[in-house]
């Protein structure tokens, strides 16, 4: 059973470029949850995606967007790269299971997006 | 507003010795806490969850943690530390529904034979 899985692993860009990083979620999932984690920090939520639509937004500016596929797998779209974009992004997938109040979100291993 | 805090940026034990890593956090309702684990240049890996029920939990290899309403802390522990258990972690606060997940600053951990 492959876990979440991303892609690419690595990537540089130049300041003003556009970016687009992809995920595929753990066999079962349905919801996928895209996250920044810069260099000594905690992972910072992006946005969440379900049934296709974007359900929950953190505080990323619009060059930040997304899109959900009908078999989940989802894509992260940056636009007008900065130089503080520069960092891990993080994607995870879950499931909301019967009876239990919340999900538990596993990640994939990341793509590193520096921008020059 | 929802928040966590490890007080801890870093903390260095021996091969062998006991270990807690300390975890607080702010979220007005019942609280869907996280403890994760990074390796370098990795991503996250769950040690274990507390959703609800038993307030100490096990997870894997080898770790535990507390949940204490009274002090709105997660503490991770672990009795006997490997050197393999050196990377970062990072404990986290979800929410009811699913949707976000909450994450602190991490703590780092080193050991040292």
């Known amino acids: 059973d492959a876990g979440v899985t991303q892609s690419p692993t690595h990537l540089i860009k130049t300041r003003g470029q556009q970016v687009t990083l992809r995920c595929s979620p753990k066999s079962g999932h349905d919801t996928v949850s895209w996250y920044q984690q810069a260099l000594g920090q905690g992972p910072q939520f992006i946005f969440q995606?379900?049934?296709?639509?974007?359900?929950q937004r953190g505080n990323f500016p619009d060059r930040f967007s997304g899109h959900q596929f009908p078999n989940y797998s989802s894509e992260l779209n940056v636009n007008a790269l900065l130089l503080g974009d520069s960092a891990l992004y993080l994607c995870a997938s879950s499931s909301l299971r019967q009876g239990e109040s919340t999900d538990t979100q596993y990640f994939g291993p990341g793509t590193r997006l520096t921008v020059l | 507003a929802q928040s966590v805090t490890q007080p801890d940026i870093h903390i260095t034990v021996s091969e062998g010795a006991s270990l807690e890593l300390r975890c607080n956090y702010s979220?007005?309702?019942?609280?869907?806490l996280f403890w994760y684990v990074q390796s370098p240049g990795q991503g996250l890996q769950l040690l274990l969850k507390?959703?609800?029920?038993?307030?100490l939990v096990q997870g894997i290899k080898g770790f535990e943690a507390e949940f204490k309403r009274s002090q709105s802390s997660f503490n991770l522990r672990k009795p006997s530390v490997h050197w393999s258990d050196a990377a970062e972690y990072f404990c986290a606060v979800g929410y009811t529904g699913g949707f976000k997940t909450i994450f602190g600053a991490g703590t780092r951990l080193f050991v040292k034979a």
């Open positions: 979220y007005g309702a019942t609280p869907y």
């Open positions: 995606y379900y049934e296709e639509e974007e359900r």
């Open positions: 507390y959703f609800s029920g038993d307030t």
